[in-house]
């Protein structure tokens, strides 16, 4: 397996770390990855990380079991994803320079570590929070988008993130975009504008 997938660049001062969804692996985001940077001043490394659990279909991949749901096993998957993002070369490129995003289940995995991490911002797209999550007082800012069609993970799930994250005093964003369980233009165009209003030197 590809344990990630990185697009590097030796003038690079940001980087974006993809989550993908459940079913899909680490080559899924890299097309939105490169949209979401090109053409800013500030070079970006793009890393893709691939779920470490094979998808049950036989195809993709997971970051814990969800048909059924295991959210037993979401603590042990998001020690092990944190381990992960500890291997990369964070003396070159430091978290506060760092934006992290996922989609879906890849979103889900996102805002846990949005609450143990001080990456510059979080960006968690169609996404979900699990049970038992709690978001810290000193978190990064989320971004939280979601499409009004939805039909897999509904909208709700992210006004349930919207929700808990404004409760606990950190500053979020909510955006509802015209489409279904998907990133299209639209999404990317919103995500564009967020990164090179607030990221951007």
């Not at 997938?5 to 692996?25: K, P, Q, Y």
Request: proline share 7%; hydrophobic share 40%.
């Amino acid at each position: 397996m590809t344990e990630l997938i990185s697009l590097n660049s030796e003038f690079a001062t940001n980087r974006l770390v993809l989550l993908h969804g459940w079913g899909a692996d680490a080559n899924d985001l890299l097309p939105v990855g490169k949209l979401l940077t090109e053409g800013f001043k500030n070079r970006f490394e793009i890393v893709s990380l691939a779920a470490p659990q094979p998808h049950p279909s036989g195809f993709g991949r997971q970051w814990y079991p969800l048909y059924p749901h295991e959210w037993d096993q979401v603590p042990n998957a998001v020690l092990d994803l944190e381990r992960r993002l500890k291997n990369l070369s964070f003396e070159k490129i430091p978290l506060d320079k760092t934006l992290l995003l996922g989609f879906s289940q890849g979103g889900a995995m996102a805002l846990e570590l949005a609450s143990r991490n001080k990456f510059a911002g979080v960006f968690a797209l169609s996404s979900y929070p699990h049970p038992e999550w709690e978001p810290l007082k000193d978190m990064p800012p989320v971004f939280l988008c979601h499409g009004n069609l939805d039909q897999v993970v509904p909208k709700e799930a992210s006004q349930k993130s919207f929700d808990i994250i404004r409760e606990n005093g950190i500053k979020s964003d909510l955006y509802f975009f015209e489409g279904g369980h998907e990133i299209n233009n639209e999404l990317i165009d919103h995500c564009r504008r967020i990164i090179k209003q607030k990221f951007l030197s």
